[in-house]
């Protein structure tokens, strides 16, 4: 049995966009731990993946879009507890296989979270006045250039 894809308000689309890069990401964790390729390569890849991509993907939810839902419900508490964790498993230094690991499956999690049952929270709740006001703020999708040392290949 498959899932039908999920309609996504416009407001909402660079987000789930931004998402499908950070499944990009993890694929590329997952296959650098299974290689086990170099760690100072992993960790230099996922230092600027989140500096340049999942830190400020993070900080447009948790200020812009998630105070819309004013702390009311369960799923918008889990995703700032799992940005939470995600930033203490970055700020580890000498991450081992296991962090990056850790990383990618909770990264893995976290994405699945938002976009099959917060997003769809988020689009059933918010009034499309609100979700405009989100639109204007997050206009365009992050860009996420070609990272040149591929340790996953």
């Not at 976009?115 to 929270?121: H, I, K, Q, V």
Request: charged share 25%; net charge positive.
């Amino acid at each position: 049995m498959s899932n039908p894809p999920i309609k996504r308000h416009k407001a909402l689309q660079n987000l789930s966009r931004e998402h499908h890069v950070g499944l990009i990401f993890v694929l590329r964790l997952q296959k650098g731990v299974a290689k086990s390729a170099d760690l100072q390569s992993m960790e230099e890849y996922a230092t600027w993946f989140w500096e340049n991509h999942l830190l400020p993907h993070f900080q447009l939810e948790e200020e812009h879009l998630f105070p819309m839902l004013k702390g009311e419900f369960e799923l918008e508490r889990k995703a700032i507890a799992q940005h939470k964790d995600l930033r203490v498993l970055f700020q580890i230094q000498q991450k081992t296989r296991s962090d990056f690991k850790r990383i990618y499956e909770l990264l893995q999690k976290h994405i699945r979270l938002e976009e099959r049952e917060l997003f769809n929270l988020i689009q059933s709740t918010l009034s499309e006045q609100q979700l405009a006001v989100y639109e204007k703020t997050h206009k365009h999708q992050q860009s996420c250039a070609m990272w040149q040392k591929p340790f996953w290949s």
